[in-house]
């Protein structure tokens, strides 16, 4: 199974990027998909994760300011990330909680999924 992010880039502070994160491959069902992102010299934390048929949840650092969706049918997750501050800048990884078909058995869960990462950039 991969997951495939891109929307990533360059921006000013005070704009917006889409960010999209498409899951592929022998997917029985997905539980959550989030975002995730780590700056240079710091962790990785959470951005925001939606949990299929739940509210989505936000780090309080983008409450108000970012989005994030689902496409259920194309297994996709969206982030919509309006206002951007410099302090925004890192590398963009999707994650997904999901259980994949497996011939002749039970579907296999896969806890911590991660994608490619994607790069946003917010000049000042």
């Known amino acids: 199974v991969q997951l495939q992010a891109s929307g990533g880039g360059l921006v000013q502070a005070g704009g917006s990027l889409r960010l999209s994160c498409a899951a592929s491959?022998?997917?029985?069902?997905?539980?959550?998909m989030g975002w995730y992102r780590q700056a240079p010299g710091k962790e990785r934390e959470l951005v925001a994760v939606i949990i299929s048929g739940g509210n989505p949840n936000y780090a309080d650092s983008v409450k108000g300011r970012f989005t994030i969706s689902r496409d259920y049918a194309m297994n996709t997750v969206y982030l919509q990330m309006n206002s951007l501050k410099p302090e925004d800048t890192a590398v963009y990884y999707c994650?997904?909680?999901?259980?994949?078909?497996?011939?002749?058995?039970?579907?296999?869960?896969?806890?911590?999924?991660w994608g490619q990462g994607t790069q946003v950039t917010v000049s000042s």
């Open positions: 491959g022998s997917i029985f069902s997905i539980n959550a």
């Open positions: 994650n997904a909680d999901l259980y994949l078909v497996v011939p002749g058995s039970n579907p296999l869960r896969l806890y911590d999924h």
